[in-house]
T-cell receptor
Framework: GAVVSQHPSRVICKSGTSVKIECRSL??????MFWYRQFPKQSLMLMAT?????????EQGVEKDKFLINHASLTLSTLTVTSAHPEDSSFYIC?????????????FGPGTRLTVL | QKEVEQNSGPLSVPEGAIASLNCTYS??????FFWYRQYSGKSPELIMF????GDKEDGRFTAQLNKASQYVSLLIRDSQPSDSATYLC?????????FGTGTSLTVIP
């Protein structure tokens, strides 16, 4: 149980294009999902909290107009990187809290590696 | 002060030895504690969780929690080269999750 999927696993795009990344909770519902970014040899950086039915909450320094988050259902959150540039190249990982109520664990998707040329 | 602190390492141990990974947290009301393993180029995977003071064992892994000292650790017995990874400590306060920056472990054959 508590499986989170991401699609695509890898994407290469040209500078200026937009890229959409999907995060799905496969066997549980998630009213909240989290989006992280990780640069090589660095730690996870929380970008935003995705909330089903309401606006996402962004961490300080993360441009909400550049990283659009939509939590369309209890099992799907999407992150769209708009007008991507080479500095947006990174490993994007989503997670969702699952497990027993009152003692949830974060379950991570396999990640999406974005390369912007 | 960060919510969760870990020694970044790197920590190197010989194959077969015990690897000891440590984590401290600042919120005394924290409820749940987790250890994740992250291989290079992969996302983190949950390997252990602990809620109560004391030890919890799962195979070669033992999580230890001391709420009075706000300290949680992970012991890996009979370390294998395949255990080489970054280990992340996470804490759930009842409202939010906080992750440490991770400790890099290398098991030397």
């Amino acid at each position: 149980g508590a499986v989170v999927s991401q699609h695509p696993s890898r994407v290469i795009c040209k500078s200026g294009t937009s890229v959409k990344i999907e995060c799905r909770s496969l066997d549980f519902q998630a009213t909240t999902m989290f989006w992280y970014r990780q640069f090589p040899k660095q730690s996870l950086m929380l970008m935003a909290t995705s909330n089903e039915g309401s606006k996402a909450t962004y961490e300080q320094g993360v441009e909400k107009d550049k990283f659009l988050i939509n939590h369309a259902s209890l099992t799907l959150s999407t992150l769209t990187v708009t007008s991507a540039h080479p500095e947006d190249s990174s490993f994007y990982i989503c997670s969702a809290p699952g497990g027993t109520s009152g003692a949830p664990a974060q379950y991570f998707g396999p990640g999406t590696r974005l390369t912007v040329l | 002060q960060k919510e969760v602190e870990q020694n970044s390492g790197p920590l190197s141990v010989p194959e077969g030895a015990i690897a000891s990974l440590n984590c401290t947290y600042s919120d005394r009301g924290s409820q749940s504690f987790f250890w994740y393993r992250q291989y290079s180029g992969k996302s983190p995977e949950l390997i252990m969780f602990i809620y109560s003071n004391g030890d919890k064992e799962d195979g070669r892994f033992t999580a230890q929690l001391n709420k009075a000292s706000q300290y949680v650790s992970l012991l890996i017995r009979d370390s294998q080269p395949s255990d080489s990874a970054t280990y992340l400590c996470a804490v759930y306060t009842g409202n939010q999750f906080y992750f440490g920056t991770g400790t890099s472990l290398t098991v030397i054959p």
